[in-house]
Protein backbone atom coordinates (compact mmCIF):
# COMPACT_ATOMS: atom_id res chain seq x y z
CA UNK A 1 0.00 0.00 0.00
CA UNK A 2 0.92 3.25 -0.51
CA UNK A 3 1.81 5.17 2.44
CA UNK A 4 0.45 8.29 3.82
CA UNK A 5 1.45 12.34 2.97
CA UNK A 6 3.00 12.67 6.53
CA UNK A 7 1.95 16.54 5.32
CA UNK A 8 -1.37 15.60 4.83
CA UNK A 9 -1.96 13.50 7.94
CA UNK A 10 -0.46 16.52 10.39
CA UNK A 11 -3.05 18.91 8.50
CA UNK A 12 -5.83 16.42 9.27
CA UNK A 13 -4.87 16.53 13.39
CA UNK A 14 -4.54 20.10 13.13
CA UNK A 15 -7.95 20.36 11.99
CA UNK A 16 -9.02 17.46 13.73
CA UNK A 17 -7.60 19.62 17.11
CA UNK A 18 -8.55 22.67 16.01
CA UNK A 19 -12.67 21.63 15.78
CA UNK A 20 -11.94 19.13 18.94
CA UNK A 21 -13.14 16.10 17.67
CA UNK A 22 -11.06 14.68 19.88
CA UNK A 23 -13.48 15.63 23.13
CA UNK A 24 -16.18 12.69 21.64
CA UNK A 25 -13.39 10.45 19.62
CA UNK A 26 -10.36 8.51 20.57
CA UNK A 27 -7.44 9.31 17.75
CA UNK A 28 -4.03 7.99 18.85
CA UNK A 29 -2.11 10.09 16.54
CA UNK A 30 -3.96 12.95 17.92
CA UNK A 31 -3.38 12.11 21.25
CA UNK A 32 -7.12 12.43 21.87
CA UNK A 33 -9.46 10.08 24.16
CA UNK A 34 -12.72 11.01 24.17
CA UNK A 35 -15.81 8.92 25.13
CA UNK A 36 -19.01 9.90 23.62
CA UNK A 37 -18.63 9.19 20.12
CA UNK A 38 -16.74 5.84 18.32
CA UNK A 39 -13.29 5.57 18.41
CA UNK A 40 -11.36 6.70 15.25
CA UNK A 41 -8.05 4.46 15.80
CA UNK A 42 -9.76 2.23 12.88
CA UNK A 43 -11.70 4.68 11.15
CA UNK A 44 -10.92 2.86 7.89
CA UNK A 45 -11.91 -0.38 8.95
CA UNK A 46 -15.23 0.50 10.31
CA UNK A 47 -16.06 2.84 7.31
CA UNK A 48 -16.21 -0.50 5.23
CA UNK A 49 -17.97 -2.35 7.85
CA UNK A 50 -20.87 0.42 8.20
CA UNK A 51 -21.49 0.89 4.45
CA UNK A 52 -21.91 -3.33 4.04
CA UNK A 53 -24.00 -3.56 7.00
CA UNK A 54 -27.87 -4.32 5.48
CA UNK A 55 -28.87 -1.82 7.99
CA UNK A 56 -27.22 0.93 7.17
CA UNK A 57 -29.51 3.79 5.48
CA UNK A 58 -26.62 6.52 3.67
CA UNK A 59 -25.85 7.13 0.46
CA UNK A 60 -21.93 6.51 1.17
CA UNK A 61 -20.51 2.94 -1.02
CA UNK A 62 -16.97 3.54 -0.20
CA UNK A 63 -15.31 4.13 3.16
CA UNK A 64 -13.91 7.42 1.85
CA UNK A 65 -17.74 8.49 1.05
CA UNK A 66 -18.50 7.21 4.81
CA UNK A 67 -16.64 8.91 6.25
CA UNK A 68 -17.03 12.04 4.45
CA UNK A 69 -20.85 11.77 5.06
CA UNK A 70 -19.64 11.06 8.74
CA UNK A 71 -18.39 14.34 8.90
CA UNK A 72 -20.94 16.84 7.15
CA UNK A 73 -24.82 14.56 7.72
CA UNK A 74 -23.70 12.59 10.88
CA UNK A 75 -27.41 12.01 11.48
CA UNK A 76 -27.50 10.39 8.41
CA UNK A 77 -26.61 6.93 10.37
CA UNK A 78 -25.71 6.04 13.62
CA UNK A 79 -22.72 4.07 14.73
CA UNK A 80 -23.61 0.62 16.75
CA UNK A 81 -23.63 1.12 20.38
CA UNK A 82 -23.90 4.83 20.32
CA UNK A 83 -27.31 5.30 18.83
CA UNK A 84 -28.39 6.38 22.58
CA UNK A 85 -25.78 8.97 23.32
CA UNK A 86 -27.14 12.10 24.71
CA UNK A 87 -23.91 13.71 22.69
CA UNK A 88 -24.81 13.21 19.30
CA UNK A 89 -22.39 14.47 16.13
CA UNK A 90 -23.43 17.70 15.04
CA UNK A 91 -22.86 18.65 11.19
CA UNK A 92 -19.32 20.04 10.23
CA UNK A 93 -20.97 21.75 7.03
CA UNK A 94 -19.33 24.71 8.12
CA UNK A 95 -15.64 23.32 7.23
CA UNK A 96 -14.14 24.55 4.00
CA UNK A 97 -13.91 21.64 1.88
CA UNK A 98 -10.07 21.31 1.88
CA UNK A 99 -10.36 21.42 5.73
CA UNK A 100 -12.98 18.26 5.26
CA UNK A 101 -10.61 16.71 2.60
CA UNK A 102 -7.59 16.58 5.40
CA UNK A 103 -9.75 15.16 8.04
CA UNK A 104 -11.30 12.33 5.63
CA UNK A 105 -7.54 11.87 4.39
CA UNK A 106 -6.42 11.45 8.42
CA UNK A 107 -9.33 9.29 9.24
CA UNK A 108 -9.00 7.47 5.74
CA UNK A 109 -5.23 6.41 7.08
CA UNK A 110 -6.33 5.19 10.18
CA UNK A 111 -6.48 0.82 9.89
CA UNK A 112 -6.42 -0.06 13.91
CA UNK A 113 -2.63 -0.10 14.11
CA UNK A 114 0.32 2.11 14.89
CA UNK A 115 0.38 3.75 11.62
Known amino acids: PNL ?4 LIERGI ?3 RANYCGSCHVLSVANTRGTFGPPHDAAAIQAELHVALP ?10 EYIRESILDPLAFYTPGYEA ?18 LVYLLLHQMGTDD
Not at 55 to 64: F, K, L, N, R
Not at 85 to 102: G, Q, R, V
Open 85 to 102: TSHHMPAFTHLPEEDIDA
Open 4 to 7: PDPA
Open 55 to 64: TYPGSATTAE
Open 14 to 16: AIY
